[in-house]
């Protein structure tokens, strides 16, 4: 019985190791160095009218194609989509980069331009079919904070790529501000404070931290943040509220507010017409 035993079990054990070899899982990859490779994530902010016909069906960065129809490159919106923290990766150097709207049985060229992509992690935004993208800088690693408890902190990049009328970007430095609830129970909130500094068009700030207060103490963390847009002088004196048009057509002061989770790091980003449509608005883009 114990020979049998014996045998049974090494059978059991050379049924085991066959299984084994026979199901290795492999996840083939390519190393990517921030310093020899060029990654980056394509932003589309040209002010045009949302909707599919405005949509970018094909994407195509040297002669390859990046997306199609099955995955659009959507109007105010960027790609790799689908989770956070993608970018595509190619050799630095110049690039060409090509954009392509309508369906996919008769797509029509929109954008076709060269421009320098450097080593490392970068946001390209094509704010104009006429013109080429910004550069913008993806500084990683990402702010963190380590605490023994919770956080307290989101972080916001805010860019400037508003425009007054067609092809006419704005003159003004906007100041982007930030008000948080500092009591859940009476609703009292915080002065008004800067994030980051004045930015002209086409530049943005760094990740700027604002704060999040919770309302619910055992959880993940959200909380809701509002905006505003100041003018800044050239003499760096406020010059009042930025004066928008709203979907109403009413001219009004530019305010917003969105809903931040600590920890997370996102894009927001100013486009549109200021006094015109499609309206101008802050478009949300989650980095990290």
């Not at 390519?30 to 490779?37: A, G, L, Q, R």
Request: aromatic share 10%.
């Amino acid at each position: 019985m114990k020979t049998l035993d014996k045998l049974i079990l090494a059978l059991i054990c050379t049924f085991l190791c066959t299984a084994c070899e026979k199901n290795v899982v492999e996840y083939p990859a390519t190393p990517i160095s921030d310093e020899t490779t060029a990654q980056f994530q394509l932003h589309y902010m040209v002010p045009v009218t949302s909707g599919t016909v405005n949509n970018i069906n094909k994407v195509e960065l040297n002669g390859a194609l990046l997306a199609n129809e099955t995955a659009p490159l959507a109007t105010y919106n960027f790609i790799p989509s689908g989770a956070v923290g993608k970018f595509y990766a190619t050799n630095p150097g110049t690039v060409n980069l090509k954009l392509y709207r309508g369906p996919a049985s008769s797509l029509t060229l929109a954008y076709d331009r060269d421009f320098d992509l450097p080593a490392g992690k970068y946001n390209v935004i094509v704010h104009d079919f006429d013109m080429p993208p910004v550069i913008v800088k993806n500084e990683v690693p990402y702010p963190t904070v380590v605490t023994e408890h919770t956080g307290t902190t989101a972080w916001v990049k805010f860019y400037n790529f508003l425009y007054e009328t067609p092809g006419v970007p704005t003159p003004l430095r906007l100041q982007y501000q930030f008000q948080y609830i500092t009591d859940n129970e009476t609703g009292e909130k915080s002065e008004w404070a800067d994030l980051g500094n004045a930015v002209s068009f086409g530049e943005a700030t760094g990740w700027e931290p604002v704060t999040v207060n919770k309302t619910v103490e055992i959880s993940a963390g959200t909380a809701r943040i509002d905006y505003r847009i100041r003018l800044i002088g050239e003499d760096g004196s406020d010059q009042g509220s930025l004066i928008v048009q709203n979907a109403a057509g009413n001219i009004v002061n530019y305010s917003d507010w969105w809903n931040a989770a600590i920890g997370r790091v996102y894009h927001h980003m100013l486009a549109g017409y200021r006094v015109a449509t499609p309206t101008s608005s802050v478009r949300v883009a989650t980095a990290l």
